[in-house]
């Protein structure tokens, strides 16, 4: 009988689903369209399917990582962007999701390219004319003058394609509506200091209750969410204060901040990545010494933030800030290795880059988990990753990559 093409069944899974819940041997999954239309021991399966065997394999939801650059390809020093033309730079971005979406990654949350360009490479993923993960695109980065994103040298020659420099209410309002004419998904701030910015000390917060709010009401008038870059207590707490969801590194956390990050839903996105490569890398490397002088400054928080957070009840995404030094893209499973380092069980590493990452990007609905009416976005991975999440690293173990119903990489299964 020929294949009927809508319908696939992944049966003989050891399947992980996402949820947190314990993993369940021999399941089949049913896939119509680019839909799971059911999960389990005893389902239905149409003559004519499409049969994928996953006898001996483990089948879990596509990963997420809540925190990239995709135009970033990993170099030392991100002023290497100065020396790039623009559509180079565009062209990274399509190489780097191709290797995301090759490491198992279905969905991912950008947090900032010069000129936006994760928008329009969305856009071109959408259409079928670049190949990557769904993306989830903020437009540029709102910055105070001098903030994490006011990329400015000490010539006085400045770079800021990726973001738009606004001091006071009424300038932080008008960017958000700039990004937001443009259709993108969330509105990305900066509210404290950062590791790879020269000249703002790493804890200090940026921005004002009163500008953060306008930035957030703006986004909240077309049901969008605003994250915010924050490192330190005042300038996660501002955030929080002002209407952010996400927070992202949250390095310092307190017990006041974590108090304020559950009362008020706010996301935790850690990135152990992207500090663990400057470190591990250094200024042989050729790493700037100031962000290597930075990371190490606070090198002793991250881990203990992610575990603060995570005892306390706040939803805690994976995200890796893939694009920042070493940090490659298409690497995204180390933060994974990162987080159970730090505390959490394998388990719970894989629920924050699945269920709970689809959550940080809004979209908790649709995926992040294999269960019925969401979209089949699965992998099927050799060997059992709630036993070692170092598995996930091996790109020749992970077999099939599935978005959407859709097989987009298959390493024979
Ligand atoms: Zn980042």
């Known amino acids: 009988m020929a294949h009927n093409a809508s319908v696939k069944v992944v049966k003989n899974a050891y399947l992980v689903d996402g949820t947190g819940k314990k993993p369940v041997k021999d399941t089949t999954i049913v896939i119509k369209g680019n839909l799971i239309e059911d999960v389990g021991k005893t389902v239905d399966v149409s003559s004519g399917a499409e049969v994928i065997d996953a006898a001996g394999r483990t089948v879990m939801p596509g990963l997420i990582d809540a925190h990239v650059h995709i135009c970033f390809n990993g170099d030392p020093n991100l002023l290497s962007v100065l020396n790039y033309p623009p559509g180079l730079i565009q062209l990274f971005g399509a190489y780097n999701a191709s290797k995301t979406l090759e490491a198992g990654y279905t969905t991912i949350r950008d947090m900032g390219t010069p000129f936006g360009y994760a928008l329009a490479l969305k856009k071109a993923i959408e259409m079928g004319i670049a190949r990557g993960p769904r993306i989830v695109a903020p437009g540029r980065i709102i910055s105070q003058t001098g903030g994490h994103a006011d990329f400015y040298l000490p010539s006085g020659v400045t770079y800021n394609e990726m973001s738009l420099i606004s001091d006071g209410p009424s300038e932080t309002r008008r960017s958000a509506r700039i990004n937001l004419r443009d259709g993108v998904d969330f509105l990305k701030i900066c509210t404290s200091g950062g590791v790879m910015s020269p000249s703002d000390p790493v804890d200090t917060p940026q921005f004002t209750v009163e500008e953060i709010k306008s930035v957030c009401e703006e986004a909240n008038h077309v049901h969008r969410s605003v994250a915010s870059h924050a490192h330190g207590p005042t300038g996660i707490?501002?955030?929080?204060?002002?209407?952010?969801?996400?927070?992202?590194?949250g390095s310092i956390q307190t017990k006041e901040t974590v108090k304020a990050m559950v009362e008020h839903g706010v996301f935790q996105v850690p990135t152990l990545t992207a500090s663990w490569n400057i470190i591990q890398k250094g200024t042989a490397a050729g790493i700037p010494d100031w962000a290597v002088a930075k990371a190490k400054e606070i090198a002793d928080y991250p881990q203990k933030s992610l575990m603060l957070c995570y005892k306390a009840g706040v939803k805690v995404a994976a995200g890796t800030d893939a694009g920042t030094p070493f940090n490659r893209h298409g690497e995204n499973a180390k933060e994974l290795e990162l987080m159970v380092a730090a505390g959490l069980k394998p388990i719970e590493a894989i629920t924050c880059s699945t269920k709970i990452g689809a959550e940080a990007c809004y979209l908790g609905a649709k995926t992040g988990t294999l269960?019925?009416?969401?979209?089949?976005d699965l992998i099927v991975i050799d060997g059992d990753p709630t036993a070692d999440v170092m598995l996930l690293q091996d790109k020749a173990k992970i077999r099939l990559v599935m978005k959407a119903g859709t097989v987009e990489v298959n390493r024979g299964i």
Not at 237 to 249: D, F, P, Q, R, Y
Not at 371 to 376: L, P, Q, R, S, V
């Open 237 to 249: 707490m501002n955030a929080i204060l002002g209407g952010v969801k996400s927070i992202e590194h």
């Open 371 to 376: 269960e019925k009416g969401k979209w089949a």
